[in-house]
């Protein structure tokens, strides 16, 4: 018997399946250890030396694996074919080698793109070892990002309390994202006018022609600045004669796009579907991990993290077969078409998202999904149909007219396209296709070239330039992608770690920064500059690739990193915290002192008048204050005078009318109550009322965010060990997911909608390693260990209590100072406020208190999951 290791139980269960008895299928839930987050787990003085944590759940599991592999003929590490899947076996096998299960038993490593009977099969017949140049390119990212969060971080807790922490991808995708928010408020509309014509040809039909030149001038945009302007041309047009110059119609043809890659499929089903970059991924997980199709488990789709445009010659022929049954002969090209991808590595899976069976039309397993998997499955079938599919056929004609009036002329013309064959499009188009549907179907009547056409109505209208749009996630991706930032799988977690360190909000699927966020960045690119710079981070992605296409040593990049960026932190430490205000006071001033409407100087104090305002730091970050301190007291929230009203829908009394639930049909509506404001479904003391979480504002609630409020508990599946359903909601004491009466918490309330199986049933798990806490008599697990107090007696923890985190130190507890983060305390920090606390008679007082996990949702009306 050989033991399998996956990562998750969900493909355990199904590949267990595929194997038979021969074989035992383990799970390792994800990565099985990772760097403390502490100083010195990586160590640049020790040629980059690591020290690795195995956490509590992943220690028992890794037993458990221990133990079967003693008794088994072999291992065979089959996780998934990316570079996180790479470290994860590299990680067990590690560990195993040094619980010395192995001996001289055979180790073979095998990946498959999908999860299938036969390309799990065909992968156990063609095993490897283990790739060493993969796992050093994991090595150096992890690194990296240790090095980059563990030695930036503590600088900003100095000289900007208030932020939480930097990361080396993440504090570039935020520099994204505030530069278009200073690109946004530097903006200045431009007024500008369109004229057109509606003109008939002899044969009565109309049709609208738009002025391109005047008086022998070609026209831009913004030629025609105001009404008097639009007013002359208008009287000359209503006066003229017109005449069709030329009529040219040319035949084009349009091709179909690749299949999705990671990126290609998140920006998709955020403007299609609505969905976040973690939905995405979650939903597409359960679809590769595998859906019970009428009593047989199979997986969907291939593996979902991928760059790779190209798909299997034998997926290409099934598709192909697929396309002449659903669509016929005339659908079908002559040759496959073939892609090739624009990206730059070799560590991700390199096949594009697809089908693993073009036969399973989404109509035909749509009743073995839920409402998710069946939206997304159905857009990855059809775009990787339509990318095998005969291109679109588009006549497009253009109408070059003259207007004549004396001595006076101009120039209009007339576009028009028509589908002729809509080959690809008959399956799938993206939404830049949809947007341009309506100028492909705008058919032009018959038009002849040198025939007088009849005016029947000359318009002006006024229009404004607009300034750039905010990124929403789909667009933020894009761009990352473009400029060669990010990886596949990085994408969704670089945007979660900005929402849930809320340097961001998401209103309206757009993505705005947070006046922390914008400080961060502003401090980051005035003294870290080339660290947050898109070509500086490009290419350290492209030195990460070089070593997993085994090209570069590891040690050498990150050597060369270390070097001068261990040099830029030495030198800001001395910098003095006025002379960081005073760059941050120039960077931001359009945030700090945006403009009066009477006029006025916006960096004078409004209260005592002579003073200037500045960014002062206090003790939970930033915000401005007057010079006159403390003789005048005039401060306000950074960001504050720049937020307008509210939107006038509010009623007197404070309730906001979001719109009626299309189940119930009942009006919802967010109001305010005495312990903060709450949505509510209904009237009176049957209605439903949900508390706002944390994080979330009234500014930022809307219809969408209201219903998914008000739909908790959400069913997010049944367990697989014990077929007993985990649903998730928010409670007092936070977001959580329940199974069986085990509450486990959750990071944030987003995750509560988002949230899939895999990662929920390891959160059960981790929760019930760990016992049920103080509640029940006991202590709660320490998060993290200091090592052992200077006076003995034992060790220092870290610990996580109903009221928050705390330090621990046998008998004596001292909570962390608000806002403090657990994972960066150091054992001086935790020993001085132990001996704080003891100085003043401290005892077991937080331990009383302290509780193991969140406890059962609040049943009162405002706080209550359920409903």
Known sequence: MDVVVVESPAKAKTINKYLGRNYKVLASFGHVRDLPAKDGSVRPDEDFAMSWEVDGPSSKRLTDIARAVKEADGLILATDPDREGEAISWHVLEILRQKRALKDKKVSRVVFNAITKQSVLDAMAHPRDIDEPLVDAYLARRALDYLVGFTLSPVLWRKLPGARSAGRVQSVALRLVCDREAEIERFVREEYWQIAATLATPRKDLFEARLTAFEGKKLQKLDIKNKEQADGIKAMLEGASFRALSVEAKPTKRNPAPPFTTSTLQQAASSRLGFSATRTMQVAQRLYEGIDIGGETTGLITYMRTDGVQIAPEAITAARDAIGKEFGPNYLPEKPRYYSTKAKNAQEAHEAIRPTDFTRTPDMVRKFLDADQARLYEMIWKRAIASQMQPAEIERTTVEIEAKNGARTAELRAVGSVIRFDGFIAAYTDQRDEDAEDEENRRLPEIRAGEELRREAITATQHSTEPPPRYSEASLIKKLEELGIGRPSTYAATLRTLEDREYVAIDKRRLVPESKGRLVTAFLESFFERYVEYDFTAALEEKLDEISDGKLAWREVLRDFWNDFSRAVSDIKELRVTDVLEALNEELAPLVFPPREDGSNPRICPKCGTGNLSLKLGKFGAFVGCSNYPECGYTRQLGDAANGDADGTAADDGTKDLG??????????????????????????????????????????????????????????????????IS????????????????????????????????????????????RGARNG??????????????????????????????????????????????SVTLDEAVSLLAEREAKGGGKKPARRASGGAKKPAGGKTARAKG
């Not at 008000?710 to 014990?722: A, F, I, Y």
């Not at 918490?745 to 929760?767: C, D, H, P, W």
């Not at 993290?784 to 870290?798: E, I, S």
């Open 778 to 823: 006991g202590t709660p697990a320490a998060l993290k260990d200091l090592g052992a107090h200077p006076a003995g007696n034992g060790n220092v923890t870290v610990r996580d209590g109903r009221y928050g985190p705390y330090v621990n130190h046998g008998k004596v507890n001292a909570t962390l100072p608000k806002g403090k983060d657990p994972q």
């Open 660 to 725: 009626i639930d299309p189940y119930t049909k009942e009006a919802i509506t967010l109001r305010s109550g005495r312990f903060g404001p709450y949505v509510q479904r209904g009237d009176g003391k049957d209605a439903k009322r949900v508390s706002l979480p944390k994080g979330w504002t009234v500014e930022t609630t809307d219809h969408e965010r209201a219903l998914a409020l008000l739909s908790l508990p959400r069913d997010v599946g049944k367990h697989p060990e014990t077929g007993k359903m």
């Open 728 to 771: 998730a909601g928010i409670g007092r004491y936070g977001p959580f997911v329940l199974h069986d009466g085990t509450y486990a918490n959750l990071e944030s309330a987003e995750e509560v909608f988002s949230i899939g199986l895999n990662r929920a049933v390891s959160l059960i798990a981790e929760k019930q390693s760990k016992g």
